[in-house]
């Protein structure tokens, strides 16, 4: 698949996803958060969630912090979350602000 028809594959199921610029949070810690299973992430390793959105898509994201590789923000269907890579695993945090 080109390049190009990956972008446009990726856009199309990333339709109710947004960058979420303006997020003020690169962390969050001790709050409630969703935890894959070990059968999704064999299915979804955390690298391909972070090349689908930051490489293909272009969302801005945060480096590296204490026990966690990166976080992007993102808006779904206008909800802000932060979907990180941490020690123990992919992890999405809802914005409770």
């Known amino acids: 698949m080109s390049p ?3 972008k446009t594959v990726l856009a199309a ?3 109710d996803m947004a960058p979420w610029p303006h997020s003020k949070q690169a962390y969050r810690w001790g709050e ?3 935890a894959l299973s070990e059968k999704q992430i064999k299915a979804l390793p955390p690298y ?3 090349i689908a959105l ?3 898509s272009g969302y ?15 808006k779904f ?3 802000g979350y932060l979907i990180s890579h941490q020690k123990f ?5 809802p914005d409770f602000r």
């Open 77 to 79: 269907k206008g909800v």
């Open 32 to 34: 409630p958060s969703l």
């Open 54 to 56: 930051v490489t293909f």
């Open 60 to 74: 801005p994201h945060y480096g590296h912090g204490e026990k966690i590789a990166w976080s992007i923000p993102v």
């Open 89 to 93: 695993g992919l992890r999405r945090c």
């Open 4 to 6: 190009q028809k990956l």
């Open 48 to 50: 391909s969630v972070f």
């Open 13 to 15: 199921i990333l339709r």
